[in-house]
């Protein structure tokens, strides 16, 4: 079953502006991860945020995690034309190898 | 870099058909899976598999076998393709351990007609 829901489900803004997505799981998570995936591709992978980390940086991402609030952000800065894609949050539960992924956000940067 | 590579990108095949999708990583990774995307449904696991020989169910399984004879290949089975298994098929491996990223392949497109 899909555990993390990604809100919004789609999203447009102008290039140079900030794009913010979140995730909203629903059980005690051992990690976060977020995921990007261009049109007919696979995903790849960005960054994952331990259950015991409140924020993490990689580039222009900023993730950020609140585990009594069971929800994460990802917050993309200055976007490109490049960052148009789908973008997904997975979660992984203490123990367990298996992600459950959300249904995704898709970001679309108009030049 | 890690590779994952998939047989096929698209495919076209008839209701009844066996269908074999497979998976190959390149890293050494213990962990494969199959996931199928929809439109509004996501990524859903249909198996998975974290040794050689050995899988596990996912959360769609019917209509569906796998096979783990080798370390870095993993293969999807549809035994008798129906049109409802038209989708995207993704591969991914990953490690075990607290630090479970996946790396996914390309993607294959299937239609059943």
């Known amino acids: 079953s899909q555990q993390g829901e990604e809100d919004p489900q789609a999203l447009s803004i102008q290039e140079g502006e900030n794009a913010t997505m979140n995730c909203s799981y629903k059980?005690?998570?051992?990690?976060l991860q977020w995921y990007r995936q261009n049109s007919g591709r696979g995903l790849v992978h960005l960054i994952l945020i331990r259950s015991n980390e409140r924020e993490k940086h990689s580039g222009r991402l900023r993730v950020t995690l609140d585990t009594s609030k069971k929800s994460s952000s990802l917050l993309i800065t200055a976007s490109r034309a490049a960052d148009t894609a789908s973008y997904f949050c997975a979660t992984a539960r203490q123990g367990a190898q298996k992600l459950v992924f959300g249904q995704g956000t898709r970001l679309t940067i108009n030049p | 870099d890690v590779k994952v590579t998939q047989s096929s990108r698209y495919l076209v095949k008839r209701t009844g058909e066996k269908v074999f999708l497979e998976c190959v990583q390149d890293m050494d990774h213990e962990n494969m899976f199959w996931y199928r995307q929809d439109p509004g449904l996501g990524l859903r696991l249909i198996y998975f598999?974290?040794?050689?020989?050995?899988?596990e169910k996912g959360d769609i399984p019917e209509g569906y076998s796998v096979s783990r004879e080798k370390k870095e290949r993993f293969s999807l089975i549809l035994e008798s393709a129906s049109t409802n298994q038209t989708s995207m098929y993704l591969c991914a491996s990953g490690t075990s351990g607290s630090h479970n990223e996946q790396f996914f392949g390309p993607g294959t497109r299937l239609t059943v007609l």
């Open positions: 059980t005690s998570i051992n990690n």
């Open positions: 598999s974290y040794d050689v020989k050995m899988k």
